[in-house]
């Protein structure tokens, strides 16, 4: 089991930013790469980014390059996500999640999941 929790959502004015965390139990973090999704109202759940097991490699989605950054700190079982110049489209619950397999985190399928936290960006 590798528990997942949240934090850094709000409410924020397009163009503001926010820093995400997901914080994580156990003492195998760097075994897991690491990624954060989100679903907006009536959508389905996207992929946002993710970073490798050291953080060797990372990989965005088109609609966040250049604007989100993800990162890990290994020694303290955290992956952030820095979120700048955001969008109305940008509202959504934020979820990061941990899968052993690099592809499998990117297919969307992740082992463990956090609860989420709301992020929402106001015109």
């Known amino acids: 089991q590798v528990p997942l929790v949240e934090s850094g959502g709000g409410l924020v004015q397009a163009g503001g930013s926010l820093r995400l965390s997901c914080a994580a139990s156990?003492?195998?973090?760097?075994?897991?790469?690491m990624g954060w999704f989100r679903r907006a109202p009536r959508k389905e759940r996207e992929f946002v980014a993710a970073?490798?097991?050291?953080?060797?490699?990372?990989f965005y989605a088109d609609s966040v390059k250049g604007r989100f950054t993800i990162s890990r700190d290994n020694a303290k079982n955290t992956v952030y996500l820095q979120m700048n110049s955001l969008k109305p489209e940008d509202t959504a619950v934020y979820s990061c999640?941990?899968?052993?397999?690099?592809?499998?985190?990117?297919?969307?399928?992740?082992?463990?999941w956090g609860q989420g936290t709301q992020v929402t960006v106001s015109s």
């Open positions: 970073i490798s097991y050291t953080g060797e490699s990372t």
């Open positions: 999640a941990a899968d052993p397999s690099w592809s499998g985190l990117l297919s969307g399928m992740g082992d463990y």
């Open positions: 156990g003492r195998t973090f760097s075994s897991y790469a």
